[in-house]
């Protein structure tokens, strides 16, 4: 219990948030591709070293989730990366679900069997805190309550199997931003899905004081005509979260899931600016969102380096303001960032 004290209090820090940066071989390829870069172990490294010893990282980062292959890779320095991130006092976290699997034309997640040993190992690579995530797609007949119910148990197996391990579960339902659906529908969805999962840990037995909820924001489908603004994403998912998440929850980290990194700024901001107590600590574990504008400006190309860490922290500095209410949509204008 005292190792996983220490990692939530390492974890949640005011001011800061997670960043997810781990993106499978699959994924990586898909956003190294956006930039005309060939995906191969070495790209792949290249681009971890630039994100992660992007000078003064730990100012607004507190944990990285992290790829399996990131563990055994180094920095330009010579540096295995999860030792790099203890050395700056950012705590390593690992990606341990296996992807998704169908079932019956719904997703649910692989990766339940050798969790355990597969801990042992990630221990041993030096990480503390691990991330599984569940995923909900919105349609007239989805998610169906098989899914929720599957998803659910599985998210509170995996946290507990976490917790025999000495490991803090980020447990991570993504309810998808795809689609036309109106705020209400994904709503009524997200509302859904998180009384599942909390009814599941609880029957599972597991500490609630002692894991991190990652979900999605409330928030109209991408294709959606006439999407909410962002005061009302920001007030329908506190909402949301209010009905649904036991107060003794620490941290509440949210996913970016495809919204503009501008977006999934302010809607963080918002919902520290509506004047509402928050009983938990709510910040961010974004991955596209914090490094989006840091891949564009990188390009594949060393000369380039600087300025894209530079984009990268610019970013990270504008969502650690908004976790505490301070950033104005004015700030995205100005080069200079506080
Ligand atoms: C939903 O994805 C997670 C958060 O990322 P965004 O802020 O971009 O939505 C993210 O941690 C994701 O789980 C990882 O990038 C791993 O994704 P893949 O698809 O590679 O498993």
């Given amino acids: 219990m005292q190792e996983l004290k220490q990692t939530i209090k390492d974890l949640v820090v005011v001011g800061k948030g997670i960043l997810a ?10 956003r190294l591709a956006s ?15 630039l994100i992660l010893t992007a000078p003064e990282i730990e100012k607004y980062i507190s944990g990285v989730i992290l790829f399996e292959e990131t563990l055994h ?3 330009n320095d010579g540096v295995l990366f999860p030792e790099h991130l203890r050395r700056i006092w950012v705590v390593p976290g690992i990606k341990v679900d296996n992807g998704l699997a169908e079932l019956n034309g719904e997703q649910i997640t692989k990766g339940l069997d050798d969790l355990g040993e597969r801990l042992e190992v990630f221990k041993k690579a030096g990480t503390r805190f691990a991330k599984w995530r569940a995923v909900y797609s919105i349609s007239e007949n989805t998610p169906s309550d098989l899914i929720i119910n599957r998803n659910a148990a599985d998210l509170a ?5 976490c917790h025999q391990h000495g490991f803090v579960p980020i447990v991570e339902p993504e309810v998808l931003i795809d689609g036309a659906h109106s705020i209400e529908t994904c709503y009524n ?8 999962v909390f009814n599941a840990l609880k029957k599972e037995g597991v500490k609630i004081e002692y894991i991190i909820l990652k979900p999605s924001m409330v928030i109209s489908g991408k294709q959606a005509i006439n999407r909410a603004n962002v005061d009302e994403v920001a007030k329908k998912t506190v909402k949301c979260l209010k009905a649904t998440v036991p107060e003794e929850l620490p ?8 919204q503009t990194p501008q977006e999934a700024t302010a809607h963080l901001n918002k919902m520290h600016t509506l004047g509402e107590k928050l009983p938990w600590h709510v910040s961010f574990s974004y991955a596209r969102a914090l490094q989006e504008p840091a891949l564009e400006a990188w390009k594949g190309k060393d000369e380039n380096l600087h300025t894209a860490q530079m984009a990268f922290i610019r970013r990270a500095k504008l969502n650690s303001l908004a976790t505490i209410g301070k950033y104005r949509e004015e700030m995205e204008n100005e080069i200079e960032v506080m």
């Fill in 157 to 161: 197996k995996y946290a507990k199997i």
């Fill in 73 to 75: 890779q180094k920095s």
């Fill in 21 to 30: 940066a781990d993106e499978s071989v699959k994924t990586a390829a898909k």
């Fill in 251 to 258: 941290s509440i980290n949210f996913l970016s899931g495809g």
């Fill in 189 to 196: 969805v997200s509302e859904k899905v998180l009384k599942a």
């Fill in 35 to 49: 930039i005309g870069v060939e995906s191969t172990d070495e790209t792949r490294r290249q681009y971890r070293n």
